[in-house]
């Protein structure tokens, strides 16, 4: 199975961010993807007070994004996106994945939320705006049974080994990493997730600058059961490949059958 992740710097202007969107998973499809990963809210990243209005799940978002599937003949994973929530001033963090014909196939509202202070430094309450999710969700991509989660989730693996308890087999983060987290925790969480859940990782990341004044890591990457990172994207908008060994996934499990031998 091949696969694309797609490296963003999503900003302000919404158009220009689907564009770039697009673009890159025409190149993913040209590359011969038949799935492309797109990073967290890759239609905006900057002020609050500037964020489009959240949408439905059938909204003008999950409308574009049907339309490149269909139009491409590839799975698109649309990153994530604000959806219409379950208060006023709260949205979720949704994920959308698409068919090749633009049917909706799953989607998945981000779990964990981002919520930090530390005195004098940084204070940041995700729960502010944004409602926790409360289902995991593994769905069915071009036949591979595929578990969804959203950036923060990354921190927590028990999320992970849940999705592989049922059945996944290949891990999915679209994220919008911090620069400084990203640097030392990025590549050494991911490789954890795939090693300890016999699992490929596609992690679509952004890169660069947004409002308020906050850098994005980057380095999306693919990621084998055994931890080897088979493709990683430079410090640039773009996408990588890779192509995907199932019968490699059996061979690692089979011999190292760790998932097997859990007594928890």
Not at 167 to 193: N, S
Request: aromatic share 8%; glycine share 8%.
């Amino acid at each position: 199975m091949r696969v694309a992740v797609c490296q963003l710097n999503s900003r302000e202007d919404r158009s220009h961010n689907l564009a770039v969107a697009r673009s890159l998973l025409e190149r993913a499809a040209a590359g011969g993807a038949q799935l492309a990963v797109l990073p967290e809210y890759v239609d905006f990243l900057g002020r609050a007070a500037d964020a489009p209005e959240p949408e439905a799940i059938d909204g003008e978002f999950a409308e574009f994004f049907a339309a490149a599937a269909r139009e491409l003949g590839i799975w698109v994973h649309a990153g994530s996106f604000h959806e219409t929530g379950p208060e006023e001033n709260r949205t979720f963090n949704t994920t959308l994945v698409f068919r090749p014909g633009g049917s909706l196939a799953a989607s998945y509202r981000k779990i964990h939320l981002y919520d930090v202070e530390i005195a004098g430094r940084v204070s940041y309450q995700e729960s502010r705006t944004v409602a926790p999710g409360k289902e995991t969700v593994v769905a069915e991509i071009n036949g591979v049974p595929t578990g969804l989660s959203i950036c923060y989730d990354l921190r927590f693996p028990e999320l992970y080994r849940r999705l592989a308890i049922e059945g996944a087999k290949i891990l999915v983060v679209p994220a919008a990493f911090m620069l400084h987290t990203g640097r030392d925790h990025w590549e050494v969480l991911l490789r954890a997730r795939a090693i300890e859940n016999q699992c490929f990782v596609l992690a679509a990341g952004q890169i660069g600058d947004h409002e308020p004044g906050r850098t994005c890591f980057g380095r999306s990457m693919i990621i084998d059961p055994w931890g080897t990172v088979l493709a990683q994207a430079p410090d640039t908008e773009g996408i990588v490949i890779a192509d995907l060994d199932l019968g490699r996934l059996d061979t690692v499990r089979e011999e190292l059958p760790s998932l097997a031998n859990r007594r928890l």
